[in-house]
């Protein structure tokens, strides 16, 4: 028999929980598509520097740095499952232990980044193949913005420890004042001060340091927090579910990386006009992600928090709805891919070869909404109740099935086998998550 506060929960309104998913959800979007916006802005600067060097080293710089800091997304993600868990609890010593430890984390490993930075930036450029002057405007891209590391990782345990606050909105803020002080600073370096790539690079660095003061100001006065004990930080049970947590999540991490890095390498032996067909494509998956991102996002709040709570009925509602949303968007996108894919690709490239090639692979972006959405969202509600494990399993069985079905098929498929192996990549992350989500069902899985 139900309780009574679960009889009550029970009459929670639609309107209820699609509100508290939007409201998380939105802003994490307007987050998602802002971001782009820089590396244009970025790109057209450089373009303007008298040099094609500069705009190839941009591009290699910027890859360098997202190589870099892909590893550390588990600050975010780790931060947001655990500290939604401790809203939801109402236990708001556990919600800062739970940004201390982040932050400290981050911040040294910041730091050790500045301190082994040119064996670093040496490393990377290798395993990219960067030579000539393009080699070295790119080193000094990196030499200079590598020293907002620590800022940039803080500000990755700030964005989790919000979206567990069941707060995006300041994320949201955060981002295009990021923005906003990134493309200001450049462009003032640029014509003003008379520098060139170097301008780029302060430019990031300032805005990243102004990003982190801006997190840390609105933390502090918006919600009062008090510095916690080292004993607390630093207690052993707590410190090993959390770096259990980090750690499944870096895995994972890996995982995928190891898929995009193959799916681009392929791309790139069967020449330049199929590797910007795949680019152009994943172009389309991007778009695509940055609306499921969002409602991910919401995932991982809402659902953390209603496992802190112990609120079975929410928790569920909560999933419904996101699964609705999912199948929403994912119907929107198909439509539009399928309709409107050679439209889009237009948009992307004046490149007549590359437009006719693209149009035979325009039904593999039809097909990612749909076989994608769920691995989205059930990310989100796996990151929100901290069950790293599962989704660690779920990506590793994925990434042997891409790199198996790559292998049967690409011999005979060629390209389109590569597509293949990744659409049912992203399935098999849907349906494995789908399967171990059934312990949601069980009712002691809510009880404290």
């Given at each position: ?11 929670i ?29 970025d ?16 591009a ?5 740095f997202?190589?870099?800091y892909?590893?550390?997304?588990f600050?975010?993600?780790g ?14 010593t ?29 490393m990377?450029l ?6 000539g ?6 080193q000094t ?21 919000y979206?567990?606050?069941?707060n ?5 803020w ?9 493309i ?8 003003f ?30 919600y ?31 995982c ?7 799916f ?19 172009q ?83 097909t990612?909404p ?60 849907s ?7 059934r ?10």
């Amino acid at each position: 028999m139900l309780r009574k506060a679960d009889k009550a929960n029970a009459k929670i309104s639609r309107k209820a929980v699609c509100g508290a998913i939007l409201s998380l959800s939105v802003p994490a979007i307007v987050t998602n598509v802002t971001v782009p916006v820089l590396g244009i802005t970025d790109v057209a600067i450089a373009g303007h520097l008298g040099s094609t060097v500069f705009i190839a080293a941009i591009a290699i710089g910027t890859n360098m740095f997202n190589m870099l800091y892909w590893m550390f997304n588990f600050l975010r993600m780790g931060s947001s499952g655990l500290t939604a868990q401790a809203f939801g609890a109402g236990d708001k010593t556990a919600s800062t232990l739970v940004l201390s430890r982040a932050l400290i984390i981050a911040v040294a490993s910041g730091a050790l980044m500045i301190l082994f930075r040119y064996p670093l930036c040496d490393m990377i450029l290798a395993s990219m193949d960067v030579t000539g002057e393009t080699r070295t405007v790119a080193q000094t891209y990196f030499l200079i913005r590598i020293w907002a590391a620590p800022a940039t990782l803080s500000i990755f345990a700030f964005t989790g420890w919000y979206v567990g606050m069941q707060n995006s909105r300041i994320t949201m803020w955060v981002s295009l004042l990021i923005n906003v002080l990134n493309i200001a600073g450049s462009l003032a370096l640029v014509f003003f001060a008379g520098m060139n790539i170097d301008a780029l690079a302060y430019g990031t660095v300032m805005a990243q340091w102004g990003g982190l003061i801006a997190a840390m100001t609105v933390c502090i006065k918006k919600y009062k927090l008090n510095i916690p004990n080292i004993s607390d930080v630093f207690k052993w049970s707590e410190l090993k579910r959390f770096f259990s947590i980090n750690i499944d999540i870096f895995l994972r991490t890996l995982c995928l990386v190891a898929v995009t890095l193959w799916f681009t390498r392929i791309g790139a032996t069967q020449g330049d006009t199929m590797l910007a067909v795949n680019a152009l494509i994943m172009q389309l998956f991007t778009v695509f992600s940055f609306f499921m991102d969002g409602f991910a996002f919401a995932g991982e709040g809402l659902s953390g928090k209603y496992k802190g709570a112990g609120d079975m009925i929410c928790f569920h509602q909560t999933v419904k709805y996101l699964l609705l949303f999912g199948v929403a968007i994912s119907l929107i996108f198909t439509v539009l891919y399928a309709f409107c894919g050679e439209l889009f690709l237009g948009f992307l490239t004046d490149d007549i070869s590359v437009a006719i090639a693209s149009r035979d692979y325009i039904y593999w972006a039809a097909t990612i909404p749909f076989a994608g959405f769920l691995a989205f969202t059930w990310d989100g509600i796996f990151i929100g109740t901290t069950e790293t494990r599962s989704m660690l399993v779920s990506m590793a069985g994925a990434m042997v099935v891409f790199f198996g079905v790559f292998y049967l098929s690409f011999g005979t498929l060629g390209n389109h086998g590569l597509w293949l192996a990744f659409i049912l990549y992203l399935i098999v992350r849907s349906v494995t998550l789908w399967i171990f989500s059934r312990r949601f069902n069980r009712a002691s899985y809510f009880s404290h």
